[in-house]
Every structure is written in C-alpha cells, then in structure tokens.
C-alpha cells in the first residue's frame, strides 16, 4: 500500500441544520492526484475546505468526524489553523493574484508574511516556485512588473507558484482551470503531472475528462454522499455503482 498523506474518517460538515457532506471516508495518498468530481452541488467545495480548516471563519458550519495529516487530527484542540494552511495550501477557481505587487512580490507573499527578508533566499524561492508552476521562461525578465498584467492563465499559475512558495505538503485545487482557456488549461494539466513529484494534491473538478486526464484516485459525490471512490481508471471503466456509471456515461449532471 501507498503511504497516506492525509485521511478522513466519517467527515461530516454541517451548514446549520442542512449537512454539505456527510459522513466521508476518503484517503488522499501520499504525492498522488486524487480529483473529486459530482454535479453542482454534491459537496465537492465543502470537502475540500474541510481539508485546511477553510471554514472556521464560518460561524454556522460544524465539523464531525476526523481530518487526518500524517496521522494527526487537524481539528484536535490546540491545533493553529494558520500552521495548518501553510501546510495544506489552496489555489482557488479564479486567479488571485495582489492587485498592487510585482509578479516577484506576488510569488513570495507568504514567506513574507512568516517574516523571511534575505532578498537572496526569496529570489531563490521565487524561482524555484515559478519553474514549478512552469511559469519561469514567461516572466524571468518582468518579475517587477504587476502580476496582474498577466495572462489569466499565467496569473493562475502564479496563484499555483505563490502556493507552492511556502512548501506544502499537500494543495487543494478548487476547479483550478474553470476560468480558463483551452489552452492555459493544457499548461496547468501538463504541470501536475510533474508537481506531484513534490506535492499531494486534491483538485475538485466539473470536467470528468479533466478528472481522466489528470488523476491517480477520483471520487464521486451525489447529494453530500460519497458514492464510490478508486483509482481512476477503474471508477471510468468500470464503476461499481450505478450512479457513477450514470453520471460518467453523461446521463446526468
Ligand atoms: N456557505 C454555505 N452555507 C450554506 N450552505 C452551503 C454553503 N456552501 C455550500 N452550501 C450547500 O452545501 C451543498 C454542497 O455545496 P458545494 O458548494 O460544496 O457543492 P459543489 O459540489 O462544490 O458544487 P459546485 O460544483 O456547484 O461548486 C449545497 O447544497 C450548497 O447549497
């Protein structure tokens, strides 16, 4: 068996009386690709959230069940959220690049923030992150320049540099190429297929194909309800629900 970077056990998020997910056993392995994918609404968003604390800030949601990162429970009393983020980043649907920074800036935000100034060691960083996020041959000669003279496309991926900067163990990927066009969602297909060499990732996506191209494990969502998750191959070629086979053969959603 493949080591675990993280795991949940009976996850069920409340948004007041209504639950968003419930009851979700999921095992995200170690440096794989495990997409989770559903029709709107089936809880996609709200697991994924659940998995670096993204809704505490929230005061009507509740969290039952377990959130395992290498085997400690990342809603255990004590646990900083803060630390947890850094461990457990996000790149959201849209790109999210600070207005007023420079793409360099942009990139180092978070070490900045953690209070790290060697110019030396941030440049070191900027790079590192933006060849990552196969970005560096398009912005080595511009990185004072504002990121948000970038490309959508290009800006995503500095959204993914930014993430990467601060060294996570695990990213979460909200519909990361939605947004975009056929083209920059090619570039940002073609580089998780490298990143996660480095990083455990968990993309949620709308485009079964997507899932397909890109995923080691996928799991299927209906109604807050896990229905069936496997390595991805399998669930596409031979789901064992029916409702997975409804929904992957196009019959709904
Ligand atoms: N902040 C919130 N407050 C209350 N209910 C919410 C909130 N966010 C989501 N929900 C509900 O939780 C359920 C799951 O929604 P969620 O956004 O997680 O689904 P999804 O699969 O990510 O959908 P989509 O593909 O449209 O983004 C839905 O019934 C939704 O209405």
Not at 88 to 111: H, Y
Not at 213 to 219: G, K
Not at 227 to 239: A, D, H, Q, S, V
């Amino acid at each position: 068996m493949e080591p675990l970077r993280m795991e949940t056990q009976n996850l069920t998020v409340h948004y007041g009386k209504s639950a968003g997910v419930k009851n979700v056993s999921l095992p995200v392995h170690d440096r794989k690709i495990t997409a989770l994918i559903g029709p709107s609404g089936c809880g996609k968003t709200t697991f994924l959230r659940a998995l670096n604390r993204m809704h505490d800030l929230n005061p009507i949601v509740r969290i039952e069940g377990r959130v395992l990162l290498d085997g400690e429970d990342l809603y255990a009393p004590g646990v900083d959220p803060v630390a947890i983020r850094r461990r457990v980043g996000m790149v959201f649907q849209r790109p999210t690049p600070f207005p007023t920074m420079s793409i360099f800036e942009n990139v180092v935000a978070g070490l900045r923030l953690v209070g790290v100034r060697d110019r030396e060691r941030l440049m070191a960083v900027a790079e590192r992150s933006l060849r990552a996020a196969a970005l560096w041959d398009e912005v080595k000669n511009r990185l004072n320049e504002p990121a948000v003279g970038l490309s959508g496309g290009q800006q995503q991926r500095i959204s993914i540099a930014r993430a990467l900067a601060v060294e996570p163990e695990v990213l979460l990927m909200d519909e990361p190429t939605s947004a975009l066009d056929p083209i920059s969602t090619q570039a940002i297909e073609d580089l998780l297929a490298g990143l996660k060499e480095q990083v455990t990732i968990v993309i949620v996506t709308h485009n079964m194909q997507q899932a397909a191209r890109v995923s080691d494990y996928t799991a299927f969502f209906l109604n807050g309800d896990m229905i069936e998750y496997g390595p991805t191959e399998k669930l596409f070629t031979n789901p064992a629900d029916p409702r997975t086979e409804a929904y992957i053969t196009g019959r709904f959603g």
